[in-house]
């Protein structure tokens, strides 16, 4: 067998494969970019950015993103992160996508984080066997348990995003009035890996911005050897009447000054709104305090050590009515609030790039860096 023939063609399929996901990120802020008013950048800025991606990075970018963040939030900066080579390169460098799947799996986080302050789980499924908490019962059983329950939520253990099959659900005596289902037909339409937790009361300043959506803190973390450094950390805000607060849904976002846990500036909605200074339900958004937020950051940097695969994470962080941090869900390669916050890195753009230029791609190699193992 031609080994070396084998791996040339596979290297030349690899760098198809980013080139198409290059592309195809490249066309979604053009879309975005039709749909709010551009300011230009000038050649100069132009110039500076690709010469600072050339000598970080080894390679110029596309400045749509550097354009359309500077358009939408009036902040210009070369250190902006292009979707593109966040989503094709940078993630899959700083993170071990082979490991992914499973660790994000929301049926396992009992496991990882079994002290952690979670919302209490009813009823989960696993790849299509039951469990109660850690406890396997029967899918009868499990109907059981959840024939009667009170402001309890649906959602996907694994792929889901952006609030994607998230549903407020409440069952008398086996079923749910809101969707006419009963609670074995709810089962099936989710066929596996799906969980029922309670719903999360929230902290009453939270449910001041939004008090139908559980209003969420998420907290971008970047670790450097045996240090957890928070990078930025937005509050991601729910519409009027709605369950997420998810941009899909319409929510808004807003960045958080990391001294003092307030709200910085206005909030940001999707490119056809304009910025905004008040929620819809009346609260102005800068200055505003976001509760526990030092006990928020502390809880996010022990999380982060259990997950020794995943060096830049992504955290939905509520507050509950006692005031304690609630982990609501980790993302292995959350999408970077750079409108909301600016340029997502900071400090640590040069260093990341870096990683990026010179590290295994775990997208195609099943270990790298520290996990490679050295053959006998």
């Not at 109660?132 to 939520?153: G, H, L, M, R, Y």
Request: with cysteine; proline share 5%.
């Amino acid at each position: 067998m031609n080994f070396e023939l084998i791996n040339t063609y596979q290297s030349i399929q690899n760098k198809l494969t980013l080139k198409l996901l290059e592309r195809f990120f490249e066309s979604k802020v053009k879309k975005s970019m039709k749909l709010c008013s551009m300011k230009p950048l000038t050649k100069g800025q132009q110039a500076d950015i690709k010469a600072y991606f050339k000598k970080h990075f080894g390679r110029e970018v596309p400045t749509y993103w550097h354009q359309y963040l500077y358009s939408r939030n009036g902040i210009y900066s070369e250190k902006y992160i292009p979707a593109s080579i966040y989503s094709s390169s940078i993630i899959y460098s700083l993170n071990n996508y082979q490991f992914s799947l499973a660790y994000v799996d929301k049926g396992f986080y009992d496991t990882v984080f079994p002290d952690v302050n979670r919302p209490l789980t009813f009823v989960k499924n696993v790849n299509g066997y039951y469990y109660d908490d850690k406890k396997p019962i029967s899918e009868k059983e499990a109907i059981k348990k959840c024939s009667n329950i009170q402001e309890a939520v649906i959602k996907p253990c694994l792929l889901g995003s952006w609030g994607q099959g998230v549903k407020m659900i409440h069952a008398e005596n086996g079923f749910i009035p809101d969707m006419n289902l009963s609670v074995s037909d709810l089962f099936s339409h989710y066929k596996s890996n799906f969980i029922i937790q309670s719903k999360l009361v929230q902290h009453p300043e939270l449910a001041k911005l939004n008090p139908t959506s559980v209003n969420t803190i998420r907290v971008m973390s970047y670790r450097r050897e045996n240090e957890v450094v928070i990078l930025y950390a937005t509050i991601r805000i729910g519409r009027k009447g709605e369950v997420v607060d998810n941009e899909t849904a319409g929510g808004i976002k807003a960045d958080i000054d990391l001294r003092t846990g307030r709200i910085k500036g206005p909030a940001f909605g999707s490119p056809t709104e304009e910025n905004m200074c008040m929620t819809d339900s009346g609260v102005e958004v800068d200055g505003f305090l976001i509760p526990s937020f030092p006990q928020i950051l502390d809880f996010v940097k022990d999380m982060h050590f259990r997950l020794p695969y995943f060096r830049l994470i992504g955290w939905d962080i509520s507050v509950d009515v006692e005031g304690k941090p609630v982990m609501i869900e980790w993302n292995r390669s959350a999408e970077l609030s750079q409108v909301a916050h600016g340029p997502a890195f900071g400090v640590y753009t040069e260093e990341i790039l870096a990683n990026a230029r010179t590290g295994n791609n775990t997208r195609f190699n099943q270990l790298s860096g520290r996990n490679r193992q050295i053959p006998v």
